[in-house]
């Protein structure tokens, strides 16, 4: 069965950084395109950024274009989420996902609470 | 960016009824060379992650029950539940795979009467 567990997540003041990660077992992410998706508390679901199987390609969101960066470990067989100069609009909670063909995510972890706040 | 937007925003429905959600997109979502629209829909219950239910607009992900179903093509879509039960109460978001940004519904809330 395949499984994501993030960690990483904290309470962390605006123009901080903050590394995600996600450890996948079940599955080999290489044989996966990975994406991150996020939820502010009590709003809409909101895609972060995505890395291709054989990662060569990463794509984000243009809020987070220049902040945030995606990577994995095909040793540790997980994916990372590096934040930096982090506003408090990027509070949420932070899911790690499995991507299928044209941007479907049907595998998805419990998530993982960020708070940027002074 | 593709806007998704929902119809209605809640929805109470008795046990036994048929409860039907909408999502409209700012732009088509159908591709041509496949013949698939790139639409799938979720369910969030409280305190839990998403959980795929349909994707290409009408294919029900593994496990799904058949009361779910999917329809449309194009920029119009729909999410039928047939028969609602206890447990179908959740939040469900249609989201476009179509281009990038990967963009989301609102969210429709969906509440027993």
């Known amino acids: 069965d395949v499984q994501l567990v993030e960690s990483g997540g904290d309470l962390v003041q605006p123009g901080g950084s903050l590394r995600l990660s996600c450890a996948a077992s079940g599955f080999r992410i290489s044989d996966s395109w990975m994406a991150w998706v996020r939820q502010a508390p009590g709003k809409g679901l909101q895609w972060v950024a995505n890395i291709k199987y054989d990662g060569t390609v990463m794509n984000y969101v243009e809020s987070v274009k220049g902040r945030f960066s995606i990577s994995r470990d095909l040793a540790k067989n997980s994916i990372d989420l590096q934040m930096n100069s982090l506003r408090v609009d990027d509070s949420a909670v932070y899911y790690c996902?499995?991507?299928?063909?044209?941007?479907?995510?049907?595998?998805w972890g419990p998530g993982i609470l960020v708070t940027v706040s002074s | 960016d593709v806007v998704m937007t929902q119809s209605p925003s809640s929805l109470a429905v008795s046990l036994g009824e048929r409860a039907t959600i909408n999502c409209k997109s700012s732009r088509t979502l159908f591709y041509s060379p496949t013949n698939k629209s790139y639409l799938a829909w979720y369910q969030q219950k409280p305190g839990q992650a998403p959980r795929l239910l349909i994707y290409w607009a009408s294919t029900r992900e593994s496990g799904v029950p058949d009361r779910f179903s999917g329809s449309g093509s194009g920029t119009d879509f729909t999410l039928t539940i047939s028969s609602l039960q206890a447990g179908d109460v959740a939040v469900y978001y249609c989201?476009?795979?179509?281009?990038?940004?990967?963009?989301f519904g609102q969210g429709t809330k969906l509440e027993i009467k």
């Open positions: 996902v499995t991507q299928q063909g044209w941007g479907r995510f049907d595998s």
């Open positions: 989201q476009q795979g179509f281009t990038l940004p990967y963009t």
